[in-house]
């Protein structure tokens, strides 16, 4: 299964099993009962290889993040928002329409009338740094720019873009276009001060997307 199919059956299996429980007696239902119960559930779920490698990285989280914070870890506040966001954009299994070139054209008017600096006509293939005085910026490597989308104007293969700017704000207006977007690194990237983030043909990455906050629960 792709990735997408492992994550939503993942914390599709773990909420019902935690209503299951709590419909049959068997757990109480407050938070500490709740977060103590998703961690054991996903820890066995771990020992049992219950579900796919792509989504082992999220389950150990879970797992540490259980044990060393309790009923502040908010599993299950994690596994609804993955889910509200992976079945509002992916309704049934994995499918989704191809992202555009004019898709990402609009993006960047979107940025230009936000009075973003924007970059996209030079190659990145080493460190740079974009002065802007504080000015929100968005850089694209022109090569990358040009292979990543076929002679259709369709995506073909992950692209990066590199952001300086307000994140929540961000990736809500990526989503309005109609892209869901990874995250490299917040900052760290080959643009000096300005994070990575990936976008995906079909937008079917292989792990887990940016959770916008209009689609928690």
Request: proline share 4%; net charge negative.
């Amino acid at each position: 299964m792709s990735y997408i199919e492992d994550i939503k059956s993942v914390v599709d299996s773990a909420l019902a099993e935690l209503e299951e429980a709590k419909a049959n007696g068997k757990l109480q239902s407050n938070p500490v009962s709740e977060e103590s119960f998703l961690c054991r559930w996903v820890a066995q779920a771990v020992k049992k290889q219950r579900f796919g490698n792509s989504v082992s990285k999220e389950m150990t989280a879970w797992v540490q993040q259980g044990r060393s914070m309790g009923k502040h870890a908010n599993i299950k506040g994690q596994m609804q928002h993955i889910a509200s966001v992976y079945h509002h954009h992916f309704p049934q299994g994995d499918e989704h329409s191809a992202i555009t070139k004019s898709q990402f054209d609009a993006l960047v008017a979107t940025l230009e009338g936000e009075d973003w600096m924007i970059h996209i006509e030079y190659e990145i293939n080493r460190k740079v740094r974009v002065i802007s005085d504080g000015q929100h910026s968005f850089a694209v490597c022109s090569l990358a720019l040009d292979k990543s989308f076929n002679e259709e104007g369709e995506l073909i293969k992950p692209m990066s873009l590199y952001v300086r700017g307000p994140e929540p704000w961000f990736i809500e207006t990526v989503r309005e276009h109609g892209m869901l977007m990874t995250k490299v690194t917040d900052y760290k990237s080959i643009v000096k001060y300005h994070g990575e983030y990936q976008i995906w043909p079909k937008n079917q990455a292989d792990r887990l997307l940016v959770l916008p906050d209009s689609l928690k629960p």
